[in-house]
């Protein structure tokens, strides 16, 4: 099956630093990606959606200039939180779709990155 | 009402049980159906997707009935590895892409 990796897998950071993380597919070329957060015994959320070359498309209730999201090549798209506070502390995990079978059927999902900001 | 709804459990069962999940969702045009599992601090990994006419994989039966809008798992002999949390997930394509829009889940514990 389709690879998708993520890095760092947990982070610690303080307040107000700003933490990259990195989504990566491995054996396909992801034409788009897709950030998800996930609160305790919540449910995964879209954050985003991302479209190699072009501007990602936020959910309502997202802030765009917090969550900053690059999508520069068809196999590695960056979330950058900045200014992080402790609320924004989540498991954030990515997905990638390709275009073409079978990639094309179903999100691959990332194994995800724990964010503790202190 | 939530896009997708699910019974968060627990569902605590013993080993050889058979147990039934169901979903509803609200957005009559969502186009495709998915169960995922989900085991603690993990990623979601695809069980299996639903079809209309019903599809079954192993010890697992998918079933979806567009006219009520809803979505079952059935699990047979369940074993304790089966202990996870179940996602339900509905795609929509929309602003030309597809997008996953995930229940809160249902926990299940099978007891030894």
């Known amino acids: 099956g389709a690879v998708v990796s993520q890095h760092p897998s947990w982070v610690i950071c303080k307040s107000g630093t700003s933490v990259k993380i990195e989504c990566r597919s491995l054996d396909f070329q992801a034409t788009t990606m897709f950030w998800y957060r996930q609160f305790p015994k919540q449910s995964l959320m879209l954050m985003a959606t991302?479209?190699?070359?072009?501007?990602?498309?936020?959910e309502q209730g997202v802030e765009k200039d917090k969550f900053l999201i690059n999508h520069a090549s068809l196999t590695l798209s960056t979330l950058t939180v900045t200014s992080a506070h402790p609320e924004d502390s989540s498991f954030y995990i990515c997905s990638a779709r390709g275009r073409e079978a079978p990639y094309a059927y179903e999100q691959y999902f990332g194994p995800g990155t724990r964010l503790t900001v202190t | 009402r939530k896009e997708v709804e699910q019974d968060p459990g627990p569902f605590n069962v013993p080993e050889g049980a058979t147990v039934a999940f169901n979903c509803t969702y609200s957005n009559s045009a969502s186009q495709s159906f998915f169960w995922y599992r989900q085991d603690c601090r993990k990623e979601p990994k695809l069980l299996m997707s639903?079809?209309?006419s019903g599809n079954e994989d192993g010890r697992f039966t998918a079933q979806l009935n567009r006219a009520s809008q809803y979505i079952s798992l059935l699990i047979r002999d369940s074993k304790l590895s089966d202990s996870a949390t179940y996602l339900c997930?509905?795609?929509?394509?929309?602003?030309?892409?597809?997008?996953?829009?995930f229940g809160t889940g249902t926990r299940l514990k099978v007891l030894a």
């Open positions: 639903v079809y209309s």
């Open positions: 991302s479209n190699e070359g072009s501007k990602a498309t936020y």
């Open positions: 997930v509905v795609a929509l394509f929309t602003s030309g892409t597809y997008k996953y829009i």
